[in-house]
Every structure is written in C-alpha cells, then in structure tokens.
C-alpha cells in the first residue's frame, strides 16, 4: 500500500487540495472480524457523509465511496475538517460513534497548473488569498504575502529547486522566479518565468557592461551586509563622457563613495498578461512592474532601444547603475581615456553615435515538471488517508483507509 496522508500510528496527518466549490468523494476500506455487513456513515464538516452498506469477506471490506452531503465553500480557504465515526447498532437502532478525525483541507481558487502541490505554498496562499478570485488579486496578493511575512529569504545559495527554497528558506532569483511560478500555480495563476542578460559588448575599447548594480537589499532582508560593499565610482549625471578629474577631485561628474549592492549581470523574474498589458512581477527585489512590453518576447537578443517600456518601467527603476569600462573627459578635454565607472541607468541613453549601448537577451524558462520529493507534498487528485479506530466500539476494529478523489 502507499503511504497514506493520514496514519494516527505514524503521526503523518498530510493535508488534501480541492478546488473551491466541489464536493468531495473519498473511498474507504474497512477491517473488521466481528460482522460481516454494516452501514457506516459521519457526521461533521461539509455535512458529513452520507449512510453507506459495508460488507466484509476475510475480515475486510472492498472500497466504499463517500460523496459529502454538503459542497466545500466557494472561496479560497484553509478548513479545518472534523469528521465524527458513526456505525448503526441493530440491536438498539443508535448510530454508535466509534471516532473522531481531524484533517486540514487546503480550497484552492481553481485547477493548479502544475501537478506538484507543496503544503508550505499551500497554506501560505490560501491565506493571503483568502476572499479573492481574480488572477491579478491573486498574484499581487501573493507577492505581498512573500514580503510582508518574509518566510523566505533572497540570496545566499542557489538552490535549483523548489523542495529546497521551501527547506532552507532562500534562493537566488531563479529559484524565487520558479517559487514564485508555484506559488501562483497553486491557485491556478499562469505566470511566465523569465530571465534577462546583459551582453558584455566591446565598443571601441569599451566594456558595455560588466554587471548591474542592485541596491534593494532583496526579499527577506532590511539591508545587505558588508560583504556586499562596492568601492564605486558613480556618474549619476552625465553619460557619454563624464567628466573625470581622478581620485579625491569635487568638481568632476564622478562621486567616489562606497555602496552595499548585489552584482549580477543578470536575472530572474515572471511575467504576467492580463487584459492585454504586461506586468512583470520581481519576487527577488520585491516589486510589481506594469507595462513592461507591448508583447511578451521570444528568445531573443535586442538592443534597449527596441524594448522602451521594459528600460522605462522596469529596468530604470529596479537597477540602479550599470558597472563598465567606458570613455571619460579628463581635465584637459581629452575624451578617449577609460576608466570602470558606475552610471546611473536614468541617463544612459539608446545610442551613442549610433551604437547601441546596452543589448539585452531574454530568455523564457521552460517550466518542468518538478519531481523533488519532500514530505510537505500532497496531491490535488487521490489523496488518501489512513484511520486507526480506537477502541470505543471494538467490531469496527480498523477504518483501514480513505482516498480522497
């Protein structure tokens, strides 16, 4: 037999998903080596279940379906589920309880759009979604839910798995863009998981551009630590050609400070359509970015100026400087010199001279299956449990099993 969700020997009690507004049928076997027929019925949650004929041969029943009197609400939730036991006594015409189980019923907004439910995600959104329906409300509501009770942490490690972001309790950004992907997918929310590159582009002698500077100090966390200090040289003006004078000098366009930023050349983040505009959801940097493309790109490598809205409504904001190798003026007006400089992404324009100064390749995940295994795992379809009767009412010696269906 599989390990059932529910073995009160064991101690697993192992939650079930439903979809809001269904009625949910279980199966169930029965031991016993006292009777040969029976009628069982509960009493309890979503109104119990109604009376059922359980014969037995060699002291176990065959399977006995049990549709719920009641539907489940139509609303997101999490439910508690007491069920009391009852069996018909023929002698006294009582129903006789002989138990009582408690379970956790997680009902989701709709079908979830991956086969693999995690208990931690959930919980989690059916708490901060409780009440909503609409797909938007939902992902707003779990990315609020993420930064607002920060079970989950942005950096340290890269954990390539969802099983292990929920264990350890952080990732990088593609594991929080994937995170984020379940989550949603919990509530039957489709999300695109996307990743853009900044290309390392020589021009003229110039490196355009080593990595980004991000200063937000990420899901989870107030603020970075020292080991994220940049010694920068920052241009926060003037862009091509900033005006350089050396280290200690005031009245150029360079201020040299040291700064505490992640460096990455680049990132993970999701993307969502909904009623034809392109919001662009940043779990890892906590944000909520709207009109970000006309349409969601291909695989493609593109030039800054080809995506506008992405640079104005994206990129402009959640980057705050690009890290290079570029043309600076000295004191004498001499403009082929380079220096590694830090400039402001607000004023770096399109082109220069008709070269393109930041080119992008954007790249969609192709989301998986995930098949890690972990205990918190339950399933949206044949769910099962196991109940161990107590002694109160000993010809019923075992509930042997129920499948949730």
Known sequence: MITPEFNIESGVNNPATYIKGCKITVKIKFVSQSISNAQIKATGTFGGFPPENVTFQNYESDWIFFTCNEFTPFEIKNQSVSWSWLLYNTSTTNWDQFDTTNHTVYLLNKEPIADTIWEKLADWTTTWCTGLSDDMDLADAILNGFVNDKYIRYGTLNQNSVARVLRNGNGLCGDLSMLFYYACGTQGVTTIRYVFYISNQIVNYQLLWNYMDITNPGLGREQLTEDFNIDGRVV???????????????????????FRAWKWNSHAINLFEYNGTVYLYDLSYKGKYENVFDSIPDNVTISSSEVPLFIKNYFEKA??????????CDKNGNKNRRVSLDINTSIIPYKVN?????????????????????VEK?????NYLFYHLSEKFPIIEKLLSIFYL
Do not use: A
Request: glycine share 6%.
């Open 378 to 382: 339950s399933r949206v379809i044949n």
């Open 236 to 258: 926060n003006y003037t862009y091509p050609y900033p005006n350089y004078y050396g280290p200690g000098s005031e009245n150029d366009d360079v201020d040299k400070y040291t």
């Open 354 to 374: 008709g070269i393109d100064q930041i080119m992008f390749t954007f790249n969609k995940f192709t989301t998986t299956k995930d098949y890690s295994k972990i």
């Open 319 to 328: 980057v705050d400087f690009l890290h290079g190798r570029v043309f600076y």
